[in-house]
């Protein structure tokens, strides 16, 4: 019987758990790390780090050694918080999501008002291809533990059944239906909700077929947020220019993010590497 102790790590709202190195090795097989990269990653992890330590912390640090076996890993481990880190306002997260629309083909627009019967909404996305409108609420969450509930979604439902009633006041024959996207997750009751009603919900991993994860991997929709090497400055500089989607910069050079972003040598060479790597 081993006598190790076990270590407790402590989430974001203070909760302690055991840590499990098979959880930490599935998040990384998951993402494509090989079953001997993971464990090995596992091991230098749980030397590394205390009893106590945060679950922020132990993504960090495995991050960091990711990284220096695994570049396209490490981004790939970091996508959940990646899209996370798309705030804090939720308004570049608004603009992730118009820009997953329309790879898939829709005319987007961000924030713009429709006409309902009894008001006037905003609208953080509106999506239409041909004789269908999406209408989309984006629910940006800086916690990847926070989910959207209920009567999020049920506010959504009554938006879109007031500009549908307006609409056939107009005898508009478009088709509308909503869309309700987050970065996280939704709560059971949001999920039997919309069951019974003509709206649809995407999250992370949620439903199977069509959820974040899913687009975001088949498509290549990198948000620039998981880039290994990316810092402050430089994401600012991205956000400043409208940029989003890591496929953005796949024709960037080394000296395009020296002189445009204010990258050093290194940075530049380093973030070029990374994109190619990961496109």
């Known amino acids: 019987m081993s006598n190790k102790k076990i270590k407790k790590v402590v989430k974001k709202k ?14 990384m097989t998951m993402v494509g790390a ?3 990269l993971a464990q090995q990653i596992c091991s230098i992890v749980d030397e590394s780090i205390e009893s106590g ?3 922020d912390k ?71 291809k041909g004789n269908v409108v999406y209408i989309i609420e984006a629910k940006y969450r800086n916690d990847y533990d926070s989910k959207t509930h209920i009567n999020q979604v049920m506010y959504a439902d009554a938006r879109l059944h007031d500009i549908r009633r307006q609409a056939h006041k107009k005898e508009d024959t478009r088709e509308f239906y909503m869309w309700v996207v987050t970065n996280t997750r939704f709560t059971d009751n949001a999920i039997n909700y919309v069951a019974f009603r003509d ?8 439903p199977k077929y069509i959820n974040l994860k899913k687009i975001v991997s088949e498509k290549k929709l990198y948000p620039v947020t998981i880039l290994p ?7 600012r500089g991205f956000s400043a220019n409208g940029v989003i989607l890591v496929k953005s910069l796949i024709h960037m050079k080394s000296i395009d993010f020296q002189e445009q972003y204010g990258a050093s040598r290194t940075l530049a060479d380093k973030l070029v590497a990374e994109i190619n790597e990961l496109l």
């Not at 709206?199 to 949620?206: E, N």
Request: net charge negative; charged share 20%.
């Open 14 to 27: 203070g909760v302690k758990e055991p840590f499990a190195t098979e959880k930490l090795c599935d998040s």
């Open 34 to 36: 090989s079953s001997e």
């Open 53 to 55: 330590s945060s679950t």
């Open 58 to 128: 132990i993504f960090t640090t495995t991050r960091r050694y990711l990284k220096k076996f695994n570049p396209k890993i490490a981004a790939l481990y970091a996508l959940e918080r990646g899209l996370g880190a798309l705030g804090p306002s939720g308004f570049i997260f608004e603009q992730y999501v118009a820009a997953l629309f329309e790879e898939m083909g829709y005319h987007v627009q961000t924030n713009i008002y429709a006409e309902g019967e009894g008001v006037t909404h905003e609208i953080d996305v509106w999506a239409e």
């Open 199 to 206: 709206i649809q919900l995407m999250g992370w991993d949620y």
């Open 229 to 235: 090497s990316v810092n402050q400055k430089i994401l």
